[in-house]
């Protein structure tokens, strides 16, 4: 579970008279727990990718979805025509279709642009005319631009979902919203609380939580995570099935 509030001084009303200051709240809302929801997806798709130098199935997932690109030299070193298929081929192998979305950061976009490999998706008016939409697509991908990705020197680490890659769930709240009125301060604040289920495909929490729910940090370390498995150790574990896992990684210097 989580809670933030938002407040709003009575200066803001008398300032601008008429103003609807409970939209913009409410606009606020909205922006604030999205910018959560993305930081906390990044956080665990981070984590689940730290595994890269063991040598646990863990790894071994985290070795064969990822595409290193950023130790080669020159135009190697950037993404190209065939980086995303090869990719999600070596990934997932006959299972790569599953894969539908790409975030990359603005200057990996911004070469893709400049090689002509962007396209944008169709969309058909009311008229009956087929209009490209402002929707940027890679290779029948979405592609999501995002400067929150990790970059690391001219390394910048491009991430590839497929459906299903988290599930997600919204579970109920007993006071969701609750405003409250500070009378010193002049001030309104919303206290907003929400619950929810980020779960990735084919691996486990296996954290000790030190409250109700797993904290940010929490979810981004990897030691929290693992491969949903068996239940057994050594060579009688056996590990979700990783070509299954439509989740896949690119470095690249660009």
């Known amino acids: 579970g989580r809670q933030f509030a938002l407040a709003e001084k009575d200066f803001s009303y008398d300032l601008i008279p008429g103003a609807d200051f409970g939209a913009v709240l409410r606009q606020h809302i909205g922006i604030n727990r999205d910018n959560k929801f993305e930081k906390r997806l990044l956080d665990i798709t981070n984590a689940l990718f730290s595994f890269a130098d063991d040598s646990s199935a863990e790894g071994n997932f985290a070795k064969t979805h990822t595409t290193d690109l950023s130790a080669l030299e020159g135009e190697a070193a950037v993404i190209g025509d065939t980086t995303l298929n090869d990719t999600i081929q070596k990934a997932s192998r006959e299972f790569k279709s599953d894969y539908t979305a790409i975030a990359v950061h603005s200057q990996v976009a911004t070469n893709l642009e400049n090689k002509k490999l962007v396209q944008y998706a169709k969309g058909v008016d009311a008229n009956g005319v087929i ?44 006071t969701p919203y609750e405003p409250v009125r500070d009378p010193d301060l002049a001030i309104d604040k919303m206290y907003v609380r929400y619950r929810e289920v980020l779960a990735p495909k084919g691996f486990s929490f296996e954290g000790t939580p030190t409250s109700l729910s797993p904290t940010d940090a929490e979810l981004a370390n990897k030691d929290n995570w693992k491969l949903a498995d068996n239940g057994k150790s050594s060579g009688d574990r056996k590990t979700y099935p990783i070509e299954r896992i439509p989740l896949a990684r690119i470095i690249s210097k660009g």
């Open 131 to 174: 209009k490209d939409l402002s929707i940027p697509m890679w290779n029948g991908k979405m592609l999501i631009i995002d400067d929150s990705l990790p970059v690391s020197g001219d390394k910048y680490t491009s991430y590839i979902f497929g459906m299903g890659a988290f599930s997600y769930a919204e579970l109920p709240v007993t």
